[in-house]
T-cell receptor, first 113, second 115 residues
Framework: AQSVTQLDSHVSVSEGTPVLLRCNYS??????LFWYVQHPNKGLQLLLK??????LVKGINGFEAEFKKSETSFHLTKPSAHMSDAAEYFC???????????FGRGTSLIVHP | NAGVTQTPKFQVLKTGQSMTLQCAQD?????MYWYRQDPGMGLRLIYY???????DKGEVPNGYNVSRLNKREFSLRLESAAPSQTSVYFC??????????????FGPGTRLLVL
């Protein structure tokens, strides 16, 4: 069975400082991993995804994530936070065992001026 | 292109009432999904349809039914609404055949309050 854990429910940063949102996963197969972003009162939008190609994945708006199999992690980073990054972020795992994506509970990113 | 559209945007129901949430896509995608989002719970899959004519249960199907009317439309029905079904409902689509590797595209959501 697959599962995903987002290690922080809230992360607070100052504008211009680095962002780190942590995600650990569990999967019995080779997983696909995704990060989605949800701005207030909006639907979800894909930031980036890993599907067994390069382990360092670059996404939109300067975000990137690294797939580390040995650590079963897929942390999301950005070198410099912007006010517009304030949103809810979801880590998602999916594999060939169930085909149904499993969402983490979300991390709320707060960006202070 | 509108992408994924959902109607209605908001709805208030009384316990025991029924309603249908509508989802339509113009992306020519094969797969469609219904999720519910509750505070602190992430998104949980209710039902999905991998292709026109097929539907399958997700993680939390009890109290819901779905219809894949055609390739474009996927509706979610609450036959007898309960307060526990108060939530935000999202429809999503994906385009490929390899379900577990596909990007999902989400609609704007329907906010449902059951009194």
């Amino acid at each position: 069975a697959q599962s995903v854990t987002q290690l922080d429910s809230h992360v607070s940063v100052s504008e211009g400082t680095p962002v780190l949102l942590r995600c650990n996963y569990s999967s019995s197969y080779s997983p696909s991993l995704f990060w989605y972003v949800q701005h207030p009162n909006k639907g979800l939008q894909l930031l980036l995804k890993y599907t067994s190609a390069a382990t360092l994945v670059k996404g939109i708006n300067g975000f990137e994530a690294e797939f580390k199999k040995s650590e079963t992690s897929f942390h999301l980073t950005k070198p410099s936070a912007h006010m517009s990054d304030a949103a809810e972020y979801f880590c998602v795992v999916s594999d060939g065992g169930s085909y149904i994506p499993t969402f983490g509970r979300g991390t709320s990113l707060i960006v202070h001026p | 292109n509108a992408g994924v559209t959902q109607t209605p945007k908001f709805q208030v129901l009384k316990t025991g009432q029924s309603m249908t949430l509508q989802c339509a896509q113009d992306m020519n995608h094969n797969s469609m999904y219904w999720y519910r989002q509750d505070p602190g719970m992430g998104l949980r899959l209710i039902y999905y349809s991998a292709s026109e004519g097929t539907t399958d249960k997700g993680e939390v199907p009890n109290g819901y039914n779905v219809s894949r009317l055609n390739k474009r439309e996927f509706s979610l029905r609450l036959e007898s609404a309960a307060p526990s079904q108060t939530s935000v409902y999202f429809c999503a689509t994906s385009g490929g055949v390899s379900l577990y590797q596909e990007t999902q595209y989400f609609g704007p959501g329907t906010r449902l309050l059951v009194l």
